[in-house]
């Protein structure tokens, strides 16, 4: 093994031991998992909630349809009543035009009898009149005269004449038609006359018309149903006529369960029920359980099985794509290994766009590491040379801070404020960088601590002017010097004092007018100090200034000129030397 080849290793394995704990585990007691299974991981985290929605929007899908079609049932359901209604109520129309008859009210029966044959020919209906013992006196299914005895349905016949109303039978099995029928029953009691029950009677089998009009797709079918639970009409089998109805309907509509023809154990149906509105009968539509949910089940499985299809094809290609992919990424890693140690990198051309766009980026962290280390050299030698200029002002302050205070505490004070004020240059150097510093930030940093509360007695205006980072170092310790003695003798030491702060660029000189305005000045300062130190020494002989200071009887004027050469981005920092001695 090569002495690069170790430095890679030994590199590898202090990365692998700053690993966290969770991700140590991971790798060392499960073992590294392979890109395959992530990959497949990532196909069944795509698959699976499309696959989970599918279901949940196919089972609302199929709920919303079951809803359509239980709709469309009792639709249907109330459709047929309709037309069963309208026959009940036509038979009812045909008793009342029969119950005024001249010849029936005057009591010619045979007359009646050929009369009403002729009429109800062909209708598959019939007429009967009964005594008040309810024996037949006449019926149009045999000639007149013939023998006849009771009706078949007397408990029909005698609540119609105790009611005084009509009544539709339910049905029942006729003597005399030897069929399954039903009667619509009218009273006609005659005033000091016997009273007479007049009848409508049809056979069951006709009421399959009202069945017949209605297209019942989808399993369903219908059956009339009397108010005993006697099939009248059904669609299923014209048998079931006369039978019980194979179902429990009881009084309303739902999922039930029966057992039809040899079944051994009942199976479940779908019922909607329908009431009569002319009679106790009802329309009831019914089918299979399964019947109805058989599109469903059908639509779950197609969705199961190309569910299941879809997730074998994704693990098929997971597979495959992880064995494509992970050779790629093992010289990755053999690579990163080489840019930990230090070594140069070459971009390597791979099939995956991605892993060669990470091999170029691999190439270029190596140059721009080696880059960034001759940076770091000569960023650490301008910090050193910064460094050194920093602690040249400061000893600077110092010198004259001592040189003018006539206590300890004076100077501590004294030096407190101007380092503080030194320091907010800075962090405006900082923020700036390169670009410099902006003349009104430096200016508002420098006078924050001593503004007023009342805004108006201090204006900061000028145009947009950036300084370098040495001339905004001293005219940033000018300005603090200014607004230290402004808070002590002039401006802001006064309660009706103001401070106007301009500057304007032309002729290639930036001038600075600083402006203090009292009632009447306190008094002029008896000697040099610091601040007169700064402006004259610092801003003349760094910046090349021309300072011209006048005490105004109402306060102070401090006028700088600057060439703009001398203080825009990119000059030299030559505070070090003038602040010396």
């Known amino acids: 093994m090569t002495r690069q080849d170790e430095a890679a290793s030994a590199t590898g394995d202090a990365a692998r031991d700053r690993r966290p704990p969770g991700r140590r ?18 196909i069944a985290v795509t698959i699976i909630p499309a696959i989970s929605v599918s279901v949940v929007l196919l089972i609302r899908h199929n709920e919303a349809q079951r809803e359509v079609v239980t709709t469309l049932a009792e639709a249907t359901a109330a459709s047929i009543a309709e037309a069963v209604d309208r026959e009940l109520v036509s038979m009812v129309t045909t008793l009342r035009i029969f119950s005024s008859s001249p010849v029936f009210l005057e009591g010619d029966l045979r007359q ?16 009967i ?24 349905d007397p408990a029909s016949a005698r609540r119609a004449l105790e009611t005084r109303s009509t009544v539709i039978s339910d049905v029942f099995f006729g003597k005399t038609a030897s069929k399954w029928v039903f009667n ?18 049809r056979d069951a089998e006709t009421m399959s018309q009202a069945l017949a009009e209605q297209t019942l797709r989808g399993g369903w079918n ?22 019980p109805f194979f179902l429990d309907i009881g009084d309303g509509s739902g999922t039930m369960r029966g057992r039809r023809g040899p079944e051994v154990r009942p199976e479940s149906y779908e019922a909607i029920v329908e009431q009569s509105g002319f009679s ?56 990163a290994r080489r840019l930990g140690a230090g070594e140069p990198v070459e971009a390597v051309g791979y099939p995956i766009a991605e892993i060669s766009t990470v091999s170029a980026a691999l ?67 900082i923020a700036g960088g390169a670009a410099g510093v902006e003349l009104r930030d430096l200016l508002e940093a420098q006078i924050e601590p001593f503004r007023p509360d009342r805004p108006k007695r201090l204006r900061i205006e000028g145009p947009h002017f950036r300084l370098s980072s040495q001339a905004a170092q001293t005219i940033g310790l000018a300005i603090h010097e200014l607004a230290t003695n402004a808070s002590k003798y002039g401006a802001f030491a006064v309660a009706e004092g103001r401070l106007d702060v301009t500057w304007t660029v032309a002729d290639e000189k930036l001038t600075i007018v600083w402006r203090e305005t009292v009632q009447r000045l306190r008094r002029r300062p008896a000697k040099r100090g610091f601040g007169t130190e700064i402006i004259e020494r610092m801003l003349g002989g760094t910046l090349e200034a021309e300072i011209t200071r006048t005490f105004h009887r109402d306060g102070l ?10 203080i825009v981005p990119g000059d030299p920092d030559q505070v070090s030397r003038l602040m010396q001695g």
């Open 112 to 127: 009646f009898h050929r009369r009403a044959t002729a009429a109800l020919e062909g209708t598959g209906t019939h007429f």
């Open 363 to 429: 190439a270029d962290a190596a140059a721009d590491r080696r880059k960034a280390e001759n940076d770091i050299r000569l960023l650490m030698r301008e910090v050193a040379h910064r460094a050194k200029n920093q602690l040249t002002v400061v000893a600077s302050i110092a010198k004259q801070s001592a040189r003018n205070a006539r206590s300890f505490a004076a100077f501590q004070d004294t030096f407190q404020k101007r380092l503080y004020g030194l320091a907010r240059s800075t962090d405006l150097l």
């Open 25 to 42: 585990r991971w790798a060392g007691l499960d073992g590294p998992r392979p890109i395959g299974v992530f990959l497949f991981l990532l």
């Open 129 to 152: 009149v009964l005594d008040e013992n309810f024996d037949q006196l006449m019926n149009t299914r045999v000639p007149f005269g013939t023998p006849l005895g009771a009706t078949s």
């Open 280 to 335: 106790n009968w009802r329309v009831v539509l019914w089918a299979p359980t399964a019947m109805v949910e058989e599109p469903m089940r059908r639509s779950l499985r197609t969705l199961v099985v190309g569910g299941l299809l879809v997730i074998a094809i994704g693990a098929s290609a997971a597979w495959l794509l992880g064995r494509h992919i992970a050779k790629p990424v093992r010289r990755l890693a053999r690579d």
């Open 557 to 566: 004027e401090c006028v700088m000129r600057m060439p703009v050469a001398r």
């Open 222 to 243: 219908a059956s009339i149903v009397d108010g005993a639970g006697t099939v009248i009409a059904s669609s299923f089998i014209s048998s079931d006529i006369g039978k």
């Open 184 to 201: 619509a029953i009218l009273p006609h009691v005659p005033a000091g006359e016997p009273p007479r029950v007049m009848i409508l009677t």
